[in-house]
């Protein structure tokens, strides 16, 4: 199974969307070797329509009878709402070169896609300037994972509280600020509380607006906002 619904956004100029479908067919692999699922969601990609819930796959190299099975399944799902439905439709059929609204299409998807950059490349930046924190670069989805480097007494209050310390330390960002993060906890990262190694990360979406998430320089003596 193969998820592609970030293949639109990537922000850095040294990296590129490879199709896993692709890179199988040019190495010789057809639908005899090798089995693959690719899936897309129109809540996801470049556009960002995190409300609208709809989707697409591709299936290749499964038999009739898998098929078969799938197809029943699908008959027996509840539709999306229609919105989610008609923006499906979109993904699937875009318009193309020679249509009237190509050009405009593509202006607008690439505006788009240059304003997630910039958030993304802001987003890093701020989080790097912040004590106990490191962000790596944003290459690509709609999430930055910074990093929190967490004293020991921090970890305790958070064992205390019966918490790993990235839930904790994303509660207590919830109450003092509204802002809402997800642990990184849930994202199988290499474990903090029993290995010297171990790291702790949030995951923040880099959707909202540039006028919201606006660096903004500190003077001297103060923090970023």
Known sequence: MYLQVYQDN????????????????????????????????VSMGFSGECGRRGGYMEICGFGDDVMDEI????????????????????????????DGCFENFMAEKEDIRLSLAKRAKTLA??????????????EGAIYAFPRIHLPAAAIK????EGM??????????????????????????????????????I?????????????HKPQAGQRPE
């Open 10 to 41: 990537v922000y850095v100029e040294d990296r590129k969307f490879h199709s896993f479908k692709k890179v199988a067919r040019s190495l010789g692999y057809d639908e005899n070797d090798i089995s693959i699922v690719s899936f897309h969601s």
């Open 71 to 98: 197809r029943k399944v699908a008959s027996v799902t509840l539709c999306p709402n229609i919105g989610g439905q008609i923006l499906t439709s979109l993904a699937m059929d875009p318009p193309k070169l020679g």
């Open 125 to 138: 930046s701020a989080f790097s300037s912040l004590e106990g924190m490191t962000c790596n670069r944003v």
């Open 157 to 160: 209050a958070a064992k205390a």
């Open 164 to 201: 790993s310390p990235d839930l904790f330390y994303a509660c207590r960002l919830l109450d003092a600020t509204g802002i809402a993060v997800v642990p990184g906890s849930g994202f199988h990262q290499v474990s903090g509380r029993n290995k010297a190694t171990g790291t702790w990360h």
């Open 203 to 215: 995951r923040c979406t880099i959707l909202p607006g540039e006028d919201k998430i606006k660096l």
